[in-house]
């Protein structure tokens, strides 16, 4: 199944990112679009595998701000351990690479005593909302390396997240502070990044393999799991469990991949390996707004957001054990 990653209104092109590891661009008009053998490849020597992972799946990329010359930029991170930072110069992808995923503690010793660094498996990434040069990685060993463009040789911080792969990282639209991640080990986590350990742990009972955050409040997400279902969160109702859990798909054929919110209408869309994408309405019950009182306007907007937010996790650090 390829990814549409973003409609471009000036050029009107489709970027994917294909298992034949290489970056195509195609018009969207164009008839050929049924055919992506037919497409007009871009070579991309910088995503080339150098090591089989346990899952085979499409590499993720990011779109970025356009550079200083206004060319179209976005970033990839593969099974090679490389982030790659790409420019469309023209007709020509242009590539550097940004960090390497070096698994610590894991050099050995090769021919003439040189050191042999083994690379981590790059699984999924998010860039912070605000602070630009600012990223997460999730990797196939269950580590998550929080990472800057300034920095090509070392992390800003390392998690050990999960005991599987991680398969989606996301940082919450609100709160600066707050991330969340999936993983094969069937746990959805949610984490405050300047903190080694999770504050909310979930165990869905199957692998999960992504979650998004709604964009309309900072408590709720949904989460995907190769079982079929898809799994509906609101941590300011009940931190918990999930507020509601609906198969979509038949488990046995089956197996859910992505999750994602409409940014305006109260809908999601899930998508499945076989290259199906089912829309889900949400019910009223799923998206209470706050009640208004006599007499008192209902506060609204991001700074009512992060505090929402804020209370729940001063609540989960006042009873964690000091290390």
């Given at each position: 199944m390829m990814m549409l990653l973003k409609i471009l209104s000036t050029m009107r092109m489709l970027l994917?990112?294909?298992?034949?590891?290489?970056?195509?661009?195609?018009?969207?008009?164009?008839?050929?679009?049924?055919?992506?053998?037919?497409?007009?490849?871009?070579?991309?020597?910088?995503?080339?595998?150098?090591?089989?992972?346990?899952?085979?799946?499409?590499?993720?990329?990011?779109?970025?701000?356009?550079?200083?010359?206004?060319?179209?930029?976005f970033f990839s991170v593969s099974s090679d351990g490389r982030i790659v930072s790409w420019t469309l110069v023209?007709?020509?992808?242009?590539?550097?690479?940004?960090?390497?995923?070096?698994?610590?503690?894991?050099?050995?010793?090769g021919l003439e005593g040189l050191q042999l660094h083994t690379m981590g498996c790059g699984t999924a990434f998010d860039f912070h909302k605000e602070i630009d040069y600012m990223f997460l990685v999730g990797t196939e060993e269950g580590k998550i390396y929080k990472c800057s463009k300034s920095y090509s040789s070392q992390f800003l911080d390392t998690y050990d997240a999960h005991n599987m792969a991680v398969d989606a990282v996301s940082w919450n639209p609100y709160h600066t502070?707050?991330?969340?991640?999936?993983?094969?080990?069937?746990?959805?986590?949610?984490?405050?990044?300047?903190i080694k350990t999770p504050m909310f742990i979930y165990d869905l009972n199957s692998a999960v393999g992504d979650v998004a955050w709604a964009p309309y409040s900072s408590t709720v997400f949904a989460a995907v799991t190769t079982n079929g279902k898809t799994h509906v969160f609101d941590l300011s109702i009940n931190k918990y469990e999930a507020i509601?859990?609906?198969?979509?798909?038949?488990?046995?054929?089956?197996?859910?991949?992505?999750?994602?919110?409409?940014?305006?209408?109260?809908?999601?869309?899930?998508?499945?390996?076989?290259?199906?994408?089912?829309?889900?309405?949400?019910?009223?019950?799923l998206r209470k707004m706050p009640k208004e009182k006599k007499g008192q306007e209902v506060q609204k907007g991001p700074a009512v957001e992060i505090a929402k937010l804020d209370k729940l996790l001063n609540l989960v650090r006042e009873v964690k054990p000091k290390v």
């Open positions: 994917t990112n294909t298992g034949t590891k290489k970056v195509r661009c195609c018009p969207s008009g164009s008839s050929k679009t049924t055919k992506p053998s037919a497409w007009r490849s871009l070579p991309s020597a910088g995503i080339q595998s150098t090591r089989i992972c346990l899952q085979w799946d499409m590499a993720p990329v990011k779109w970025q701000k356009d550079d200083m010359d206004n060319n179209l930029n023209k007709s020509e992808l242009v590539h550097t690479d940004v960090i390497k995923l070096k698994v610590e503690s894991s050099s050995t010793e502070k707050v991330f969340m991640s999936c993983s094969s080990d069937w746990t959805v986590k949610i984490w405050d990044h300047t509601c859990n609906q198969p979509v798909v038949a488990k046995k054929k089956n197996k859910i991949t992505h999750v994602q919110f409409n940014p305006i209408h109260p809908i999601i869309i899930v998508g499945d390996d076989r290259g199906h994408v089912t829309c889900l309405k949400l019910s009223p019950n």
